[in-house]
């Protein structure tokens, strides 16, 4: 069965930064696109951004583009999120997901993990 | 950015009764549409996806159809188990969107 294990969450205060890290096992994890969903509290779901199966290709949402990077690390088969410059607005539970494939676009998100919380306040 | 819109936003219906959640896109997205379950406190789960293709291990009672810009996902027989929020999700054109949400409760 599929594992998604999210860590790094936490506090930040506005303008700082966090990196979250998502630990996958029970699949080939090179061979899979991977996203971060994430949501607000009491609100809906988030598309935040997608890397490719061998990390030559990334997307992101305008809300967090510039500020936020996704990476792979398939030796480690971890995904991470590099979050700078944090704003109120981005604080949510973050959700990492396996895609459908290996290509950043037309996949869907098969597996989602527990999710991690991060808030960001003063 | 494609649009998302679902109805009912929420809906209570007794143990067994067939229920319907519509999505519509605010553009031509073909079949690529997905469904969500959320239950309270949990991650979402994958359910259907390309409009009408259970995911394994989903029970059958979850069906999916339509195209283009109007989607359909109904329960056939709503179970105690099946409190939740159901999303809708498009992957036709980045960035890949949500509809709100529509959430379901035992009458």
């Known amino acids: 069965e599929v594992q998604l294990v999210e860590s790094g969450g936490g506090l930040v205060e506005p303008g700082g930064s966090l990196t979250l890290s998502c630990a996958a096992s029970?699949?080939?994890?090179?061979?899979?696109?991977m996203n971060w969903v994430r949501q607000a509290p009491g609100k809906g779901l988030e598309w935040v951004s997608t890397?490719?199966?061998?990390?030559?290709?990334?997307l992101y949402a305008d809300s967090v583009k510039g500020r936020f990077t996704i990476s792979r690390d398939n030796s480690r088969n971890t995904l991470y999120l590099q979050m700078n410059s944090l704003r109120a607005e981005d604080t949510a539970i973050y959700y990492c997901?396996?895609?459908?494939?290996?290509?950043?676009?037309?996949?869907?998100?098969?597996?989602w993990g527990q999710g991690t919380l991060v808030t960001v306040s003063s | 950015d494609i649009q998302m819109t679902q109805s009912p936003s929420s809906l209570s219906a007794s143990v067994g009764d067939r229920v319907t959640i519509t999505c519509r896109a605010s553009?031509?997205?073909?079949?690529?549409l997905n469904w969500y379950q959320q239950k309270p406190g949990k991650a979402p789960k994958l359910l259907i996806h390309d409009t009408s293709n259970l995911q394994t291990g989903v029970p059958s009672r979850f069906s999916g159809s339509g195209s283009g810009t109007d989607f359909a996902f109904t329960i056939s027989g709503l179970q105690p188990e099946d409190i939740a929020t159901y999303y809708c999700?498009?992957?036709?054109?980045?960035?890949?969107?949500f509809g709100p949400g529509t959430k379901v409760d035992i009458k």
């Open positions: 999700q498009q992957y036709d054109d980045v960035p890949f969107t």
């Open positions: 890397i490719g199966s061998s990390a030559d290709s990334t």
């Open positions: 029970e699949f080939t994890f090179s061979r899979f696109a």
């Open positions: 997901a396996k895609g459908s494939g290996g290509a950043p676009g037309f996949q869907y998100f098969q597996h």
């Open positions: 553009q031509d997205i073909s079949n690529y």
